[in-house]
């Protein structure tokens, strides 16, 4: 008999997860996606053309709130968990949710989910949102076209809008943002590997976006999102760790996963991290991955114009996923700020403007920053008032993006600019010359 299934996710593993194994299957049969973490994605339909032969209307994508709902009223036999950066207790409390409501709770094998490649390939992933994992792929993008090797970057997937015009998408130009309607979120991760001077890929069909990249490239370079676990099965497995959340690696879905099957363990940010949570961070790696080559490494801040943090009132701008679903209470911005002496940081809340009032009652532990929220048009112009309303004398952006090229901020500006630094030997770089040289 035909199982009935829904799918939870958050727009990314969700849709690979059916593309992989549910699509086509004629032992499933997928009643609905549920969507949680980014705004608004919900409300959509996964598209006939997308979903295959035993779909011919779609897949409707139904809100998380409404799970046990969809359950009872379609009699579902079987749920899907397919999403990341969750703590393991509230893994367990939606499990309890579906078990509850008479339906198996599944959540599939790392490694049945990930596609081979016909080119090497090289994963960065990481144990939560925030740890500097882009900045990591960057390096190795650098260090292996340095080698003389075509390298293609694919990006975790952050399809928030058409789905049928986004699944497949190539970046090379700034164009490309406009011609793909980037959100700020899809702006940060794709913009700097664009300076760089090399491709990123990403899409929604991720088997498809595969045979494109591998049109372009010697090595892929996969650029993980959230801590979600690789799409594609690595030649070279990085995980990125971040000793200022000491023990989240232990107590977050799927990031203890990606802990437990990496090759490489990079401790970053030990330069701004206590001695005492960097020893943690490794005596945990040590324990449940003794195989894992560690290498300890600097997130190294700078900032365009220090002079004109001294002494001022300064607004700090963060990226909006660390701040919101990654839980981070700081980030390169503050740093910056204490760095380089900032009199004092003005709290946004006072001033916010609408779907930012939202944010904030969603995420009420993200204190006196401003997360860089983008997903929607709404969004960047509240983001753009809250940021112009704010009683500052500077607003410092240590988002990845210059964002005065989508926001007309009437305040003098300073952009944070971060960057990985090898901290100790072996190096990532020597790690990558060893394995691909």
């Given at each position: 008999m035909t199982e009935k299934v829904i799918i939870m996710g958050a727009a990314g593993r969700d849709f690979h997860n059916f593309n992989v194994y549910f699509r086509d299957n004629e032992r499933y049969e997928v009643v609905c996606f549920t969507a949680t973490q980014i705004p608004d994605i919900e409300g959509r339909c996964y598209p006939a053309e997308l979903a295959g032969r035993l779909y011919p209307e779609g897949i409707p994508i139904h809100s998380d709130e409404r799970l046990r709902e969809e359950i009872l009223e379609n009699g579902v036999d079987l749920v899907m968990f397919s999403y990341s950066d969750i703590r393991h207790e509230e893994?367990?409390?939606?499990?309890?949710?579906?078990?509850?409501?008479?339906?198996?709770?599944?959540i599939a094998g790392a490694p049945y989910t990930m596609i081979e490649a016909e080119k090497p390939i090289v994963s960065v992933c990481a144990v939560r949102t925030g740890c500097g994992k882009s900045q990591t792929s960057r390096e190795a993008v650098r260090v292996l076209k340095d080698m003389g090797l075509r390298v293609v970057t694919i990006r975790h997937p952050m399809p928030y809008g058409d789905l049928m015009k986004q699944v497949v998408q190539r970046y090379e130009k700034y164009e490309d943002f406009e011609k793909h309607h980037c959100t700020i979120e899809e702006r940060e991760e794709y913009e700097p590997v664009i300076a760089m001077g090399s491709v990123v890929f990403a899409g929604v069909d991720y088997g498809k976006v595969l045979k494109a990249a591998e049109k372009e490239a010697d090595v892929i370079v996969w650029d993980g999102g959230n801590n979600d676990t690789p799409f594609y099965k690595p030649d070279l497995n990085i995980v990125v760790f971040d000793p200022h959340r000491a023990g989240h690696e232990l107590t977050y879905h799927p990031g203890e996963t990606n802990m437990r099957m990496c090759d490489v363990a990079i401790i970053n940010k030990v330069d701004s991290a206590s001695p005492e949570d960097v020893a943690t961070v490794k005596h945990n790696i040590e324990r449940n991955n003794p195989g894992a080559l560690i290498i300890e490494a600097n997130s190294e801040v700078t900032v365009d114009e220090p002079d004109a943090i001294r002494g001022k009132r300064v607004l700090v701008i963060e990226d909006g996923p660390t701040l919101t679903h990654g839980e981070m209470k700081y980030g390169a911005g503050m740093i910056a700020a204490q760095r380089f002496g900032?009199?004092?940081?003005?709290?946004?809340?006072?001033?916010?403007?609408?779907?930012?009032?939202?944010t904030f009652e969603t995420y009420p532990d993200i204190g006196p920053l401003l997360p860089a929220m983008g997903y929607s048009k709404q969004q960047v112009r509240d983001l753009e008032a809250t940021i112009n309303a704010t009683d500052c004398d500077v607003v410092i952006s240590a988002t990845p993006i210059d964002i005065t090229g989508l926001l007309k901020v009437e305040k003098p500006l300073v952009r944070v600019h971060y960057r990985y630094r090898d901290n100790s030997s072996p190096t990532l770089e020597t790690v990558l010359r060893e394995q691909f040289g």
């Open positions: 893994v367990m409390h939606k499990a309890s949710i579906v078990t509850a409501a008479g339906a198996d709770f599944m900032a009199a004092d940081m003005v709290d946004p809340r006072p001033y916010l403007k609408g779907t930012l009032k939202q």
